[in-house]
């Protein structure tokens, strides 16, 4: 009865509808954009950017409106969007992007490291990809779930993601405490550049 009543409420807070952003057509490298999304009764009425590269931001907050939970759904969801810079195929080591708050996200979960998935060889795959992650009282992630899948895209971007480290989340009391958060990652085929 316990697990039973464990999977119900791990559903009940998932996203229902999700719409990954757009890659902005003229972007030449890749952003990551940090965002709280404010939901109320299962619908996204206001969103936060905490931090992002400005190019990203206008298309993120479109896609981010857009999305809806269950109905008695309310709360803060931190949403991290990671545009994959669409340089041609990386060789070695995935671009890391080191993170500090530029404001403060309220006792929420914090990215302080994230990392980009490979492209992997041979597809010609684009789009979105969308992970709900599950993050221990010290920041790590104790879980990964694809909420939106992109084909032979989502084994890398739930490799790169596992990678990613967090601040935990805070309670009232400065406690770090368990959390949730989403990530996203937008993928755009690499391109050729001299």
Known sequence: MRSILALFLWAWSEAVV??????????????TVISVMQVTTG???????LQGDASFVEPV???????????AESGNFLAVVNFRSPQLYAVGPSA??????????SGLAYPRKVVEPAYPPNSLGEGGVVLRLNLSDSGSISKVKVV?????LTGPCVSAVREWQ??????SVGKSVASEAY????????????
Request: hydrophobic share 45%; no cysteine; proline share 11%.
């Open 166 to 171: 967090f601040a935990p989340a805070q309670n």
């Open 43 to 49: 619908s996204v009425r206001s969103l936060d950017i």
């Open 96 to 105: 890391t992007r080191r993170l500090e708050p530029a404001s403060s996200p």
């Open 61 to 71: 907050r479109t896609a981010l409106l857009g999305w809806r939970f269950q109905a």
């Open 148 to 152: 939106q899948g992109m084909g032979d």
């Open 18 to 31: 999700v719409v990954a952003p757009a890659y902005p057509p003229n972007a030449v490298t890749g952003g």
């Open 183 to 194: 990530a996203v990652f937008v993928i755009r085929r690499p391109v050729l550049s001299r």
